[in-house]
């Protein structure tokens, strides 16, 4: 199946700091997800980017949509302990819905007192 | 609006038996995804039920099988279950309407663990 390559796949980080995280794929998306799993529940959505070059935010957030429809970036700024989890990267390919979504291998933040 | 739920929560059973899990989307939703979360190959796609039909399907063999009720509730049955297959199976809930039908919603998941 297709592969999101997500990087990178930790982070160490201290409390205050930004942080930059972003996915990259060979093929074509029409649809950006980003999501946050904390231990034991399941992904919850975050940002949702649905035209190349859209840049969206939310809250301390903020998520673009590659221009080549194959990559995409998540900005967390002034990291807070809460924002310690797992972000993982989901893509829907052009063409329909055959796969589902496309998730990459996560990028596991952790923030250092 | 109550988000996704999925029961059991927590799941043992032996290796070739078969088990059954279930999964209410949020309300008016009538799209319901199961996905396999391992920390091998991390989050992988079964399969996606809409209007009680399977739309969409992943690359997992025929021991994996699903179905949706009239209610939107949908159920995942793994048969003969190998260590494999030990997992968080996580169930995601969609409006399904296919414009705007890719924002899902995940249940908390239940962890299957096969002995």
């Known amino acids: 199946g297709q592969q999101l390559n997500q990087s990178p796949q930790s982070m160490f980080i201290q409390e205050g700091e930004d942080v930059s995280m972003n996915c990259t794929s060979s093929?074509?998306?029409?649809?950006w997800l980003w999501y946050k799993q904390d231990p034991g529940e399941g992904p919850v959505l975050l940002i949702a980017?649905?035209?190349?070059?859209e840049l969206t935010s939310n809250g301390r957030l903020t998520a673009q949509f590659g221009i080549t429809r194959k990559d995409s970036f998540l900005n967390i700024s002034a990291s807070i302990p809460s924002d310690v989890g797992i972000y993982f990267c989901a893509g829907q390919l052009v063409g329909g819905g055959a796969d589902g979504l496309t998730f990459g291998k996560g990028t596991h933040l952790i923030i250092q007192p | 609006k109550a988000g996704v739920t999925q029961t059991p929560r927590y799941l043992i059973k032996t290796r070739g038996q078969q088990v059954t899990l279930s999964c209410s989307p949020i309300s008016g939703h009538r799209s319901v995804s199961w996905y396999q979360q391992t920390p091998g190959q991390g989050l992988q796609f079964l399969f996606e039920?809409?209007?009680?039909?399977?739309?969409n399907k992943g690359n997992f063999p025929g021991r994996f099988s699903g179905r949706q009720f009239s209610n939107s509730r949908s159920e995942m049955n793994v048969s003969t279950l190998e260590l494999g297959d030990s997992a968080l199976y996580l169930c995601?809930?969609?409006?399904?309407?296919?414009?705007?039908?890719?924002?899902?919603?995940f249940g908390p998941g239940t962890r299957l663990t096969v002995t």
């Open positions: 980017l649905y035209k190349a070059g």
């Open positions: 039920y809409f209007s009680e039909t399977q739309r």
């Open positions: 995601a809930s969609s409006s399904g309407v296919r414009t705007v039908t890719y924002e899902q919603y």
């Open positions: 093929s074509i998306f029409n649809t």
